[in-house]
């Protein structure tokens, strides 16, 4: 089953002078690494929740409410800072509207707020990084390798209606979800591996850190679920389903970002389908992806693949269209990607070279 459509937990409607309540402008469901790691903090075993109290005192000075400018509008967002010269890990949907022409300024857990500068933005991850130049700067610690397990406490900090420097707590709900999200564009992306938590996340926390009881970052929080009014239309703030991009996608992006101010991302060159699970069983297989179309001498084309065959496997993982999803954010372009398909009931095997989507 699909997963519900989300929205944007981040950035707002026109904003009255600072600081008065943002208005909210958010109808239906919608962080790479950095130094100063904090530690120090403990996780409280009697009540199986985080020490927020501490976690909060130390992970604060690295949070930052963001605010835009630009000739479609303005808003409010939240971003971490993630290296002590000042790069912040946002959304792309936070800075959206001061994208090609427009300001962006930055609030610092201090009260002091500062011009910054876009380095790059991905819309396809919903992922930005903005510099500011402001002295050595308090860190938080992107964490890619750090295990998560359902129903651990988690804490939730940002800006949510533009209330800086806000701490929630939750737990992880549940991990690896793909959820389809509007791009701000128009359109839609896939926040593929997304965390899910309970932790209160309301509009203005996009952008905002996901963090353990040890301070460790391990996503952005990026979209929230709303509740359907009579007409159908999403609206309102947290009902205890939110959404972060995972720090292992976060990493890679924001590496790509710093380093080239713009991501790559892979492509197979072929157009597939799930097939049923009654069809894939028929294969001795779990899953499998259908082949409808080859991209003449795209990556699946040289690898020999043709349409109608029916992918079962995708580096040793049941072929879906979530561990293809998974594979095209994750992996880099010129990555091999072994595969196993059949055709006419035979398997074979088979290495896709992965190039950039054009």
């Known amino acids: 089953m699909p997963e519900p459509p989300a929205a944007t937990a981040g950035a707002l409607g026109p904003r009255p002078a600072w600081p008065a309540l943002i208005g909210i402008a958010v109808a239906i469901a919608l962080v790479a690494g950095g130094l100063g790691a904090l530690a120090g903090l ?72 500062v011009p910054a500068t876009l380095v790059g933005t991905d819309e396809m991850t ?83 850190p996901l963090v353990t ?58 157009d597939t389908a799930e097939v049923s699970p009654q069809a894939a069983a028929a294969f001795g297989t779990s899953a499998g992806l259908f082949v409808q179309a080859v991209t003449a001498d795209g990556p699946a084309a040289q690898a020999g693949l043709v349409a109608g065959d029916i992918i079962t496997t995708i580096r040793g993982e049941a072929a879906t269209s979530v561990s293809l999803a998974w594979v095209l954010v994750t992996a880099d372009v010129g990555a091999e990607v072994p595969v196993s398909y059949v055709r006419d009931g035979n398997r074979q095997d088979a290495t896709i070279t992965l190039a950039e989507q054009p």
């Open 213 to 270: 009881c040890t301070g460790l970052q391990i996503g952005v929080n990026t979209a929230i679920s709303t509740v359907p009014n009579a007409d159908g239309v999403g609206g309102g703030g947290s009902v205890g389903i939110g959404w972060a991009v995972p720090a292992s996608t976060t990493r890679h992006i924001v590496d790509q970002l710093v380093a080239n101010g713009r991501a790559t991302h892979p492509w197979i060159g072929a």
């Open 42 to 113: 403990r996780l409280a075993p009697a009540s199986g929740s985080c020490d927020t109290q501490a976690l909060a005192a130390r992970a604060l000075p690295a949070v930052v409410t963001v605010f835009v400018d630009g000739p479609s509008g303005g808003g409010s967002g939240s971003g971490s800072i993630i290296t002590p010269d000042g790069l912040i890990v946002t959304n792309d949907h936070v800075i959206a509207d001061a994208v090609p022409s427009g300001s962006i300024q930055v609030l610092l857990n201090n009260g002091e707020q």
């Open 126 to 208: 919903d992922l930005a990084v903005l510099k500011i130049d402001h002295g050595t700067l308090p860190t938080l610690t992107i964490a890619p390798e750090e295990p998560l397990q359902v129903g651990q406490p988690i804490v939730a900090l940002g800006a949510p209606l533009g209330l800086s420097g806000t701490v929630t707590a939750g737990i992880v709900s549940a991990l690896n979800r793909s959820i389809p999200v509007p791009k701000a564009s128009g359109g839609t992306t896939v926040l593929t591996g997304a965390v899910q938590t309970d932790a209160a996340i309301n509009p203005g926390n996009s952008g905002g």
